[in-house]
């Protein structure tokens, strides 16, 4: 029975095309790890505290630019159609947006540093967030064409590029403007390419009046909630920097932090990128096909989950040695506690958040996201004063724990 849930969930999996999906966003993870540490030896430990700050605030401010319609392009165009009409009509909407969302990052800025000084230094990070998102909607708009094949090739050319770009532009500027600059440079070519590789001129035309050029109220509803869904869920992983930086801890001590919390996030990759390659077969899935796919999801990664746990546990202090020249005995422990992160995320909480996204049930994730986001936001400022940046690794990992199963029990009373 086992066996047979085994082979039917990767059986689907590659005739749909996830290997391609897969094993793009496989070498995309590889290689954004090597830019990594290739940033971490390039910048001062000074530098790479405050680029965690500026990257975790930026993570929370992501699913707000363009109110989310990224995932209304992924969702609607799977289960509608029109989706060259509605990507144009998203991309659009979300070009309205940016003066809200730009004084919204310019108060969340000046709340964490104090001021935001350095406006020019904001002014490349928010360029950046906007350009990602615009790359998102276009690589969301090729899955809901079923067109895994341009979504994996898109999904590999960005870190390529960013690997390339960013180490030459960090030798001219060593600094955080600087590692900015080479995102936006790989993204702009990233984008320039694509048109030029995926599309032509007849296929770029269409015809959307002046009148119609907004997307539909239910497509800005939908990806408002899901993107507050993303937000509250965000803020779950990043508020733990987020009261760091509020509270004043060293940015020494931050980036050790932030050097934990990246090894953490990029072992995420495999449940992430099973849920992106599949997000739209998910949402055709009748309630039992649902929960056949989740079991088979569950064996599938629980292996992998495993070893990443023992690996973690006995080989904490050299991974931080070798990688990233780091030698700290609080960023051992962090590390450590957020294993407990880590199996919560693998086997509740990326699998259940998307799946409901995927069935409609955005609003749930908004709702259980938030109430434990601020609860991750009281239990930091509780125990990062206590415990610096251990604190902070118990918090988050408790707070994903509890959220997971809130959700999990939510989702099985959605599938009886």
């Given at each position: 029975?086992?066996r047979?849930?085994?082979k039917?969930f990767?059986?689907?999996f590659f005739?749909r095309?996830?290997h391609?999906?897969?094993?793009?966003?496989?070498?995309?993870?590889?290689?954004?790890f090597?830019?990594s540490?290739i940033?971490?030896?390039?910048?001062?430990?000074?530098?790479?505290?405050?680029?965690?700050?500026?990257?975790?605030?930026f993570?929370?401010?992501t699913?707000?630019?363009?109110?989310g319609?990224?995932?209304?392009?992924?969702y609607?165009?799977?289960?509608?159609?029109d989706?060259?009409?509605?990507?144009?009509?998203c991309?659009?909407?979300?070009f309205?947006?940016?003066?809200?969302?730009?004084?919204?990052?310019?108060y969340?800025?000046?709340?964490?540093q104090?001021?935001p000084s350095?406006?020019?230094l904001?002014?490349?990070?928010?360029?950046?967030?906007?350009l990602?998102?615009?790359?998102?909607?276009?690589?969301?708009?090729?899955?809901s064409?079923g067109?895994?094949?341009?979504?994996?090739?898109?999904?590999?050319?960005?870190?390529?590029?960013?690997?390339l770009?960013?180490?030459?532009?960090l030798?001219?500027?060593p600094?955080?403007?600087?590692?900015?600059?080479?995102?936006?440079?790989a993204?702009?070519i990233?984008?320039?390419l694509s048109?030029?590789?995926f599309e032509n001129k007849k296929?770029?035309?269409l015809?959307?009046?002046?009148?119609?050029v907004?997307?539909?109220?239910?497509?800005?509803?939908?990806g408002?909630?899901?993107?507050?869904?993303a937000?509250a869920?965000?803020l779950?992983?990043?508020?733990?920097v987020f009261?760091?930086?509020?509270?004043?801890?060293a940015?020494?001590?931050?980036?050790?932090?932030?050097?934990?919390?990246?090894?953490f996030?990029?072992?995420?990759f495999i449940?992430?990128?099973?849920?992106?390659s599949?997000?739209?077969?998910?949402?055709?899935?009748?309630?039992?096909e649902t929960i056949?796919?989740?079991?088979?999801?569950l064996?599938?990664?629980t292996?992998?989950?495993?070893?990443?746990?023992?690996?973690?546990?006995?080989?904490?202090?050299e991974m931080?040695t070798?990688?990233?020249?780091y030698?700290?005995?609080?960023?051992?422990?962090s590390?450590?506690?957020l294993?407990?992160a880590?199996?919560?995320?693998?086997?509740?909480?990326?699998p259940?958040g998307?799946?409901?996204?995927?069935?409609?049930?955005?609003?749930?994730?908004?709702?259980?996201?938030?109430?434990?986001?601020?609860?991750?936001?009281a239990?930091?400022?509780y125990?990062i004063?206590?415990?610096?940046?251990?604190?902070?690794?118990?918090?988050?990992?408790?707070v994903?724990?509890?959220?997971?199963?809130?959700s999990?029990f939510?989702?099985m009373?959605?599938?009886k």
């Amino acid at each position: 029975m086992l066996r047979s849930s085994f082979k039917t969930f990767f059986a689907g999996f590659f005739s749909r095309g996830g290997h391609l999906i897969f094993s793009s966003s496989l070498c995309g993870k590889v290689i954004g790890f090597l830019v990594s540490l290739i940033v971490v030896r390039l910048l001062t430990i000074e530098d790479y505290g405050l680029l965690t700050l500026y990257k975790n605030i930026f993570v929370i401010l992501t699913p707000i630019v363009g109110l989310g319609l990224n995932h209304a392009i992924l969702y609607y165009g799977a289960v509608e159609g029109d989706q060259k009409e509605l990507f144009v009509k998203c991309v659009i909407t979300s070009f309205l947006t940016l003066p809200i969302t730009y004084l919204i990052s310019f108060y969340i800025i000046a709340l964490v540093q104090g001021s935001p000084s350095n406006t020019h230094l904001l002014n490349v990070a928010f360029g950046y967030c906007f350009l990602f998102f615009i790359v998102n909607c276009y690589g969301n708009y090729k899955r809901s064409c079923g067109e895994n094949k341009a979504y994996a090739l898109l999904s590999i050319a960005f870190p390529i590029l960013s690997l390339l770009l960013i180490p030459v532009v960090l030798v001219f500027e060593p600094t955080v403007n600087g590692y900015y600059w080479g995102q936006i440079y790989a993204g702009a070519i990233t984008i320039v390419l694509s048109i030029k590789l995926f599309e032509n001129k007849k296929t770029l035309t269409l015809d959307i009046s002046l009148s119609n050029v907004i997307a539909q109220k239910k497509h800005i509803q939908y990806g408002v909630y899901v993107s507050l869904g993303a937000l509250a869920s965000q803020l779950i992983l990043v508020s733990d920097v987020f009261m760091l930086g509020i509270m004043d801890i060293a940015l020494e001590e931050i980036a050790v932090y932030g050097v934990c919390s990246l090894i953490f996030t990029n072992l995420l990759f495999i449940p992430g990128v099973i849920m992106t390659s599949d997000f739209v077969h998910l949402a055709k899935l009748s309630k039992s096909e649902t929960i056949s796919y989740y079991k088979g999801y569950l064996l599938s990664v629980t292996p992998i989950l495993v070893f990443s746990i023992l690996a973690i546990a006995f080989f904490s202090e050299e991974m931080l040695t070798f990688l990233f020249g780091y030698d700290s005995q609080s960023g051992s422990v962090s590390l450590k506690v957020l294993t407990i992160a880590l199996a919560s995320s693998y086997l509740l909480r990326v699998p259940i958040g998307n799946i409901l996204n995927a069935k409609g049930y955005a609003t749930v994730n908004v709702i259980v996201s938030i109430v434990f986001g601020i609860g991750n936001l009281a239990l930091n400022y509780y125990l990062i004063p206590k415990l610096g940046i251990v604190g902070a690794s118990i918090s988050t990992s408790a707070v994903i724990l509890f959220s997971s199963l809130v959700s999990f029990f939510v989702l099985m009373r959605k599938l009886k």
